[in-house]
């Protein structure tokens, strides 16, 4: 509960933070896009380092994701990408936000013939049709998940979620908030 509290806030210092995550895919085949190759997850990641002037996150030798702008692009498990944005003063500045960074990836994907889709769960792919990204957490969590359940795989590597971080100024607005987007879920989902 302290961990909690010490999160509380003045509503002048609130900010609004979102994570949006797509799958990449190949046009012409309508398939995920591979780690390696020329129009793969690593040379996207490398140009648009390029396009936006963004450091490169590195796990060895392997760009892994981006930092920048107060904010970072990492990889999901499957090869999702996950834009993590800078905590902001509002609503209307993380939509900004959102549409520079799917024109950074428009603009550089576009002649890669590859495209990016925000969907909730990929129906058409299987477990087998996705690429592993060389993350040694996402190896250790491929191993694990099986010993604990059926599905963990699946949300790992066929998942990709829209999610947002609320600051709040007590336990009581925190729990507000909470319930209030609780309630709001099933209607953004739709």
């Given at each position: 509960?302290?961990h909690?509290?010490?999160?509380?806030?003045?509503?002048?210092?609130?900010?609004?933070?979102?994570?949006?995550e797509?799958?990449?895919?190949?046009?012409?085949?309508?398939?995920?896009?591979?780690?390696?190759?020329?129009?793969?997850?690593?040379?996207?990641?490398?140009k648009?380092?390029?396009?936006?002037?963004?450091?490169?996150?590195?796990?060895?030798?392997?760009?892994?994701?981006?930092?920048?702008?107060?904010?970072?692009?990492?990889?999901?498990?499957?090869g999702?990408f996950?834009?993590?944005?800078?905590?902001?003063?509002?609503?209307?500045q993380?939509?900004?936000?959102?549409?520079?960074?799917?024109?950074?990836?428009?603009?550089?994907?576009?002649?890669?013939?590859?495209?990016?889709?925000?969907?909730?769960?990929?129906?058409?792919?299987?477990?087998d049709?996705?690429?592993h990204?060389?993350?040694?957490?996402?190896?250790?969590?491929?191993?694990?998940?099986?010993?604990?359940g059926?599905?963990?795989?699946?949300?790992?590597?066929?998942?990709?979620?829209?999610?947002?971080?609320?600051?709040?100024?007590?336990?009581?607005?925190?729990?507000?908030?909470?319930k209030?987007s609780?309630?709001?879920?099933?209607?953004?989902?739709?």
């Amino acid at each position: 509960a302290a961990h909690l509290a010490s999160g509380c806030k003045p509503k002048e210092q609130w900010r609004i933070g979102t994570e949006h995550e797509k799958f990449v895919f190949c046009r012409t085949s309508l398939k995920p896009v591979p780690y390696e190759g020329e129009a793969g997850i690593r040379a996207i990641l490398e140009k648009l380092a390029a396009e936006t002037g963004w450091e490169i996150l590195r796990e060895g030798d392997n760009p892994i994701g981006l930092k920048g702008e107060r904010a970072s692009v990492s990889l999901e498990p499957g090869g999702q990408f996950e834009l993590s944005g800078a905590p902001l003063e509002n609503v209307h500045q993380t939509c900004d936000e959102v549409h520079r960074h799917l024109e950074a990836v428009k603009k550089v994907c576009d002649p890669l013939g590859v495209a990016f889709l925000g969907m909730g769960f990929m129906p058409t792919w299987t477990r087998d049709e996705i690429p592993h990204m060389p993350k040694s957490r996402y190896k250790i969590m491929r191993e694990y998940m099986p010993k604990v359940g059926s599905l963990g795989l699946d949300m790992m590597h066929r998942t990709c979620t829209v999610q947002v971080n609320l600051d709040f100024s007590s336990e009581a607005d925190m729990a507000m908030k909470f319930k209030t987007s609780l309630a709001l879920q099933p209607i953004a989902t739709a």
